[in-house]
Every structure is written in structure tokens, then in C-alpha cells.
């Protein structure tokens, strides 16, 4: 079986600031991971993907995350918050057949302070 | 960019009564799928659908729920009685092949029972 945690339901940075958004997994194979961001009123766009290349994915808007194995963590960062990027977060996990639907984390909501 | 459309963007329903979700996947995608998220809870998998069939299904879509493509281009997603534990965010979502990456979702659809 796999899931996702993600520490922080809500987290608040300066415009500007570093962003981290945490996310932890477990998966008993090979995990494919993601991460999908919802703005108001709209659906889950993807925003990056690991799929067992390089451990570190960059992605759109400017956001990365680092695939790291001893931790089980696949960790969101964005270098400096912009005021457009207030929205819900998603951590997902599946594996590698395609055939096992994704595994949602709770979402980290992204609160961005002028 | 092609897009996953879903109707009504909010639906509020009494007890008892029976809903129609809908949605309009991409067109050349073969794999639909439905999703709820309660509030505050996580994003939660309810069915996928290929080749006119359901392909797996969770827990949570027990007889109640039922998932028609009636026509070739809508998904529709029933619930026969409504609960108030019912109420939540429905994801539908869409991608062209197998490989766990080519997610489209659409921008959801609000129930609430009351």
C-alpha cells in the first residue's frame, strides 16, 4: 500500500521568502511521485513529476523538488515566493505499472504575504 | 490547452435525492477517473473507467454510486441517494495512456447535501 504525508495543512511565507512544502511517502515499490498545485477555483494542475530519473525535477513556476530515498521525502521548494503562487498544494504517489490509481496527500495550503 | 470540463461547478442537493455529476474528458484520452475530497481531508480515489468498464474501484464506491459514458464524450459519475457525508469536492480526470504521468484533472465539482 502507499500514502503521502504532508506536514503543514496551511503555511504562510513573505513575498520573496523561501518556500517548503513538505512531503513524505511510503510505498512498499518504486514510487512514481508528484506534485499538483489547485488555485481557486480551478482543477489540479501538475506541477512536476519523478519518475526515477533524476532525483531532483524541476518543474513549472519555478518550483523544484529532490527525490530522496533514506528519507522517503519529496520535498517542494521554490527559491522566492511570489504573490501568485498562494494556492493548494498536492503531494501524490503511485508506482510504475500505470495501473494503480494516485494516492493523494491532505494538501499544504500556500498563504503569500505582500 | 485541452481541458477536463466538469458540470455544474456547485451542486446543492437534498437528503435522499439522487445526483448527476458530469464531465467531459479530453477527447482522444482513454482512461477516465473520479475523485472526491472532503473538506479538509484528502484527495480520494473513487473509481477509474476504461474501455467501458470499470477498472478498479475503492472502498468508498460502494452500490450507490454507479459511472456511465453514455455518449462518447461525457462521464458521468450518479449517486442514487445522497448523504450528508456525500458532500464533497468530485475530481474527474482524464489521460491519453496507461503511464501514471498523464493525468488531466478538471476543476471539480462542489456537492452538498443538506
Known amino acids: 500500500a502507499q500514502s503521502v504525508t504532508q506536514l503543514g495543512s496551511h503555511v504562510s511565507v513573505s513575498e520573496g521568502a523561501l518556500v517548503l512544502l513538505r512531503c513524505n511517502y511510503s510505498s512498499s515499490v518504486p514510487p512514481y511521485l508528484f506534485w499538483y498545485v489547485q488555485y481557486p477555483n480551478q482543477g489540479l494542475q501538475l506541477l512536476l513529476k519523478y519518475t526515477s530519473a533524476a532525483t531532483l525535477v524541476k518543474g513549472i513556476n519555478g518550483f523544484e523538488a529532490e527525490f530522496k530515498k533514506s528519507e522517503t521525502s519529496f520535498h517542494l521548494t521554490k527559491p522566492s515566493a511570489h504573490m501568485s503562487d498562494a494556492a493548494e498544494y498536492f503531494c501524490a504517489v503511485s508506482d510504475k505499472s500505470g495501473n494503480t490509481p494516485l494516492v493523494f496527500g491532505k494538501g499544504t495550503r500556500l498563504s503569500v504575504i505582500a | ?114
Open chain 2, 1 to 114: 490547452e485541452p481541458e477536463v470540463t466538469q458540470t455544474p461547478s456547485h451542486q446543492v442537493t437534498q437528503m435522499g435525492q439522487e445526483v448527476i455529476l458530469r464531465c467531459v474528458p479530453i477527447s482522444n484520452h482513454l482512461y477516465f477517473y473520479w475523485y472526491r475530497q472532503i473538506l479538509g481531508q484528502k484527495v480520494e480515489f473513487l473509481v477509474s473507467f476504461y474501455n467501458n468498464e470499470i477498472s478498479e474501484k475503492s472502498e468508498i464506491f460502494d452500490d450507490q454510486f454507479s459511472v456511465e459514458r453514455p455518449d462518447g464524450s461525457n462521464f458521468t459519475l450518479k449517486i442514487r441517494s445522497t448523504k450528508l457525508e456525500d458532500s464533497a469536492m468530485y475530481f474527474c480526470a482524464s489521460k491519453r495512456d496507461i503511464l501514471n504521468y498523464g493525468y488531466t484533472f478538471g476543476s471539480g465539482t462542489r456537492l452538498t447535501v443538506v
